[in-house]
């Protein structure tokens, strides 16, 4: 919406590339085997982080680790490609200090509320063009947002957020790294980006 609404502003309209009214991507192209492979991969992987996480007990909040592999292997060729991998962490771990910045101290609710609105309007700007940058806003948000649903000890949840996508992107460069070479010695060729 806010994409929409600014460009109802002509000198930043003509700054702006236009919207597109059709769909780009239709549902029944997603129905193949591949799909479907890396969605139950996706499952498979996501439960498996959940677990280790839980067994680990490095962190309390070990459904961020979950998030990560999730996120990470949302795109079809995520599990041979490494970039999805330093896009979430790295941005996670700038929009952790982030985080820290904007809620150190004992912040009111209503602050809190507005940052989060703020880090949306942010992230909704930028996230099309670049996954890493707009993480370092997300962040905020979902710390923020957790922290609203009870009394919180902002530290920890600054150190589990980076823990447990640490934990997570860990598990993603394993993967990955099995998977190229497993994709090398079938000799198979990488697929292009």
Aim: proline residues 5%; charged residues 15%; glycine residues 10%.
């Amino acid at each position: 919406m806010s994409g929409w609404v600014l460009r109802r502003v002509p000198w930043v309209a003509e700054r702006l590339r236009p919207l597109a009214l059709d769909p780009e991507r239709r549902l029944v192209d997603a129905l193949n085997p591949q799909s479907f492979w890396l969605i139950g991969a996706t499952v498979v992987l996501g439960l498996a982080a959940l677990a280790i996480a839980s067994v680990l007990g490095v962190a309390t909040h070990h459904y961020w680790a979950a998030v990560t592999v999730v996120a990470i292997f949302s795109a079809p060729t995520a599990l041979i490609r490494y970039n999805r991998i330093s896009h979430r962490v790295g941005g996670t771990l700038l929009g952790v200090g982030i985080a820290a910045a904007l809620y150190g101290g004992d912040p009111h609710p209503l602050y809190v509320i507005a940052v989060i609105v703020v880090c949306n309007l942010v992230t909704e700007l930028i996230v099309g063009q670049h996954y890493g940058f707009a993480l370092a806003f997300i962040t905020p948000i979902a710390i923020g947002a957790t922290s609203l649903g009870s009394v919180a000890n902002w530290e920890v949840l600054f150190v589990d957020r980076a823990r447990e996508t640490l934990l997570g992107g860990a598990i993603c460069f394993a993967v990955v790294l099995g998977m190229r070479w497993a994709w090398r010695r079938a000799g198979r060729e990488l697929p292009a980006s």
